[in-house]
């Protein structure tokens, strides 16, 4: 690790018991020796204290951290996708992060430092208009491809302070759009392929998802299908929501804050689960033997305290 980091994640990828690899679930087999390959996700202790701080500000406590690509999958990836292999692209305001999934297990993750933001900027400066109007533009009327517009399709955005006001032509907005998506999903694509997609054994059969505030973007799933080869489909998180609620949460945008709800409503339910089994059990085995039962931690997650130690001590 480099000065400055913390780990967030050690997840396992697979078990090693005496020589035998590929082992998914080694709990139940007999040997003398085990080991493990893990993914470890870091991140700048400065930004998570930052993120730390915006909760205290709004009254609430920071329970755990989650990198974003993970809590997104929770929402919008089917346990049957994991398993056939399928990599998650999460555009959102300020990155673009992505994690491959294969045979039920993260694979890889990676955060790319361009999102939505930027291609705001690219208008603001393009259109000469200020930011609040480019962003208007980029989600009313933009688009990921050029070719839908036609050049006498215009749209006027009023001028500022007594100045006249300003038309702008989509399909000159839609390739200003365009130049930057394709630089995204390009440096993306160099990430899957850095993966290895193209072995046969990593191959992702279940393509892409993609999510988050950018996937509302008109034709970017065609855009990105385009560039890869690879097949794509929007990820809405409202197969997890009652049916009763706002259709603005089941957009792409809110895929992050559903999944890490599902999250935090899943480690409640074990942590209450664990407070009743941790209650001391007696076992009678006869009148004056009592025996207490006591909830011991699994060898794996000893392994990832141990892990993160040494990481931690390796600095």
Known sequence: MLP????????????????QAEIK????????????NFHVVVGQVSSIRNVGRCIKSAGLELSNITLEPLASSEAVLSQEEKEAGVALIDIGGGTTDLAIFKDGI??????????????TEDIKEGCSIIEKQAELLKTKFGSAWPGENKENEIVSIPGLRGRE??????KNLSKIIHA????????VYLEIKNYGHEETKKKLIA?????????????????????????????????HLAGSTDIDLSSPAYATAVGLLMKGLDKKSKNENV?????????????????PKVDRKSIFEKWAEKFREFLDNAE
């Open 4 to 19: 400055g980091e913390e780990i967030i994640h050690v997840l396992p990828q697979d078990y090693k018991v005496d020589g």
């Open 25 to 36: 679930a080694p709990i139940g087999m007999y040997g003398g020796r085990l080991e493990a």
């Open 106 to 119: 993260i694979r890889h993750t990676s955060v790319i430092p361009f999102g939505g933001n930027v291609i």
């Open 165 to 170: 006001p300003k038309e702008i032509t989509l």
């Open 180 to 187: 930057r998506v394709v630089e995204i999903i390009e440096q």
């Open 207 to 239: 393509g892409i998802v993609l999510t988050g505030g950018g996937a509302e973007l008109k034709h970017v799933k065609q855009l990105v299908e385009y560039i890869t080869g690879m097949d794509t489909r929007i990820g809405y998180p409202n197969e």
């Open 275 to 291: 407070t009743v089994n941790s209650n001391v059990e007696y076992s009678k085995n006869n009148e004056s033997d009592f025996r």
